[in-house]
């Protein structure tokens, strides 16, 4: 088996008019790499209507109904995450319950507010009592606000792990862009953080440094929007680990992080 | 067929703990991925006032090992390059590179043009990159400036036989080049495939579609990046094997033999 915790998705209302071939790329290439179920989310209208890492609640739902849809058409290999935005609490709690309860299996949050603001606690609460991981985007050491989000960094979704001990935290993207060291440092002992090993990043000595950090036990693969950087990071980890410890990472440490019937086995 | 990386480093990089940089950890990692032939450039050198210091011993490891082709430094700045790009010639080395902006070098200046003017009258590909690290992540006081595309077009007009290997472009930026120089000029570039995406955005696909696939050539950036990486994004590709043998092999021998 082999479980992409990071993926995406897109849909008519999106800016891509290529959105049907993008998606069917993906699926295409999940064959070719093996990937048994892609976990993927869709950030509203990806710009269309609203901002693609402050989504307005009306292009929250209808990323997520887009996604539901996507699930309900390929059941054997596209589960879940449900995007909200935190700005929205009372939305953002009606839209958890909405698709957990339709099928989705995680909870992804952006960059509309950062990590450790208390307005992610309701939705971390509702992460512990439904549990399911929350995938939260990272920028690796943010040194100054960039336009267009309110990224987190590790630093930041560090104060929100501590505060919930209780609720699987997914570090997105190790290789999707800053300085993957500053994270690794951060959330080495912080038990309830995961690290996800998407993004472009492929640099040598950047799987060594999750292995140093956190272990084989808190790594996820995923490949979030090049499919190729993800199958590059883990045909190198498969040299690097025995069989064994490449399993954790290839699916075994997901199905521990999600909910037990989340994945159907091969 | 070889498959052959032109874009390899050996030596230690000077701003993060990297592995597998020496001879042997190269040749390690060649063996994992099934690469033949490595075109390698001394990697503490670019950094170095006089690159071309470490020229010596990347002739003497190459010497030692049948799969490395060194692809030394110049510097058009420092007196007496000239004798630089003689001595590659005589080494039969593949191409030469030159990096302006970690020389503090203008990319399209007086420099430039007369290294490119000499690369083209000595039949010798010049190698560039447009970066070495992802720009996101880079050490604080890493702040050279990445290599602009007008550069390379500036660079390409300036001389009529000079043949550019441009390595770690992405799409957009080969895109530019190559719909803003004329075909003739365009036929005198190559690009290394190591920083172009695979699916699901498909920018690989789509360059070899519409700029075709004489004008790319497998490369990695090796030990800074995972050489996985490049053989993944052909494995994802539909590419008859007369293609794909083009890209990992057919296409830089054409270029160092022109």
Known sequence: MLIDVHAHFFHARTP???WRERNASRLTAGEKIGITAHVASILGSFGFTSPTYFPSPRDVTAGNDALLALQRAHPDRIRGYVCVNPNYT???RAEIVRCLDAGMIGIKLAASRRADDPLLDPIAVLARDRRVPVLQHIWQHRRRDWPGQEASDAVELCALAWRHPDVAFILAHIGGGGDWQHSLHAVRDVANIYVDLSGSGVDGGMLEACLAS??????LWGSDITMDTGWAKLRYLEALLS???AELVRWKNAARVFPPDAFQAD | MPRIDCNAFLGAYPWRKVPGTSPD???????RTKIDVAWVTHLPGLFWRDPTEGNAWLYETARKEKRFKPVPTLHPALPSWERVLADAVTAKAPAVRCDPLYLGLDPAGGEMRALATACGAARMPLMLAVRLEDGRQRHPNDRVAELPAAAVRALIRSDRAVR????HADHSFIEEVHF????DEARRIWWDISWIWGPPEDHLARLLDTIGTDRFVFGTGQPLRLPETSVAKL???DLSPERRRAIECDNLQALAVA
């Open chain 1, 243 to 245: 069989p064994q410890d």
């Open chain 2, 164 to 167: 550019l290997l441009v390595t």
């Open chain 2, 180 to 183: 803003g120089s004329t075909p």
């Open chain 1, 90 to 92: 009372a939305h953002a």
């Open chain 2, 25 to 31: 950890g190269l040749l390690q990692a060649l063996g």
């Open chain 1, 16 to 18: 891509r008019a290529d």
């Open chain 2, 235 to 237: 494995d994802l590709l």
């Open chain 1, 214 to 219: 956190v272990g084989v036990d808190r790594l």
